[in-house]
């Protein structure tokens, strides 16, 4: 065995305008459906990984909490499959740092399993393309697939591949294709109630509406890259907020309902929406928590800024740009 050194990797999170929300197979962690994000600068994950030929077990590290119980268990299992792909045993020391605030409503695991997937693999000297990164890390979390690649991105749900090997994500547009902003209103703090995985699955399972939600997203999906394509933002505000009202729907009309908004919520939509109806280039999406993510063009962003900064109740703005895909630092 060559030497095995550490290894560091910085992975940026992404929004999903068109959203992924159930899976096709759990084990492999198929989703149910395509998706299309933009990943974003400005908010970093930074990875990095040792397999020690001295350690008897991982240990790992998210910002300075030393992992146990199944928060450790999914890394390891996740280590498990690129030691088994490089044919190595030796488990790894892994120190993972966040620069944002973990209860902001953006999915550490994109960037979190994105980073992790690019490190360890490279610290268990496999040479992966994106294309095979991308698989690696949609098994440890689905949206952490479009992490891999920078800008506009698409995921492809795959198909008839027994393994998977033909559901990851690919760059539709690097990030100078368009310079739309992304402004996080932070709602609320502390952790959500249920997670995304958990969430979907129960979507799938009890809620009505599921089959028509999984049969809406390829419309949706080629509407939001047409719209990106040719740069027009009416289009992609009034895809991307129905792909996003359409997911809460259907999660809303699971049995036990899942409602992720707050009041707050509810009103920045109506704030958002009005903004846009008189003229600002804004519109909404919202992920598994409450608070509301604002997309608007660069020179918009200010304004926007400012606006929902003054709405009682939001506790602060993240402000992100189109960013790159993960790399080695
Ligand atoms: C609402 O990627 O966190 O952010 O694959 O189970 O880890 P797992 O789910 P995850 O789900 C993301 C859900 C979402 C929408 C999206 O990012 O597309």
Known sequence: MSNLNPVSAVAHPNIALIKYWGKRNVQLNLPAAGSLSLTLD?????????????????????????LSGSKHQRLSE???????????????TVITKNDFPPSAGLASSASGFAALALAASKAANLD?????????????????ARSIHGGWVEMFPGKDDPNGLDSYAVQLHDESHWDLNCLVAVCAQGPKKIGSTEAMMSTAETAPYYPAWIEDVPKTLVEAKLALASRDFSK?????E??????????MAANPGILYWKGITVDLIHLVR????EGTPVF??????PHIKAFCTAEAAPKVSETLAAVPGVQKILHATPGAGARII
Not at 43 to 53: E, G, I, Q, W
Not at 236 to 240: G, I, S
């Open 236 to 240: 992609l505000a009034d895809v991307a």
């Open 274 to 277: 009005q903004m846009r109806q």
């Open 128 to 144: 992966l393309d994106p294309t095979e990164l991308s698989i690696l890390a949609r098994r440890g979390s689905g949206s952490a």
């Open 242 to 251: 129905a792909s996003c009202l359409r997911m809460h729907a259907c999660a």
């Open 42 to 66: 400005g908010l970093h994950t930074t990875t990095s990984v040792h397999f020690d030929p001295a350690l008897d077990h991982d240990k790992i590290a998210i910002n300075d909490e030393i």
């Open 284 to 289: 909404f999406t919202i992920d598994a928590g």
């Open 78 to 92: 996740f280590l498990d499959l690129v030691r088994q792909r490089a044919g190595i045993s030796h488990r790894a």
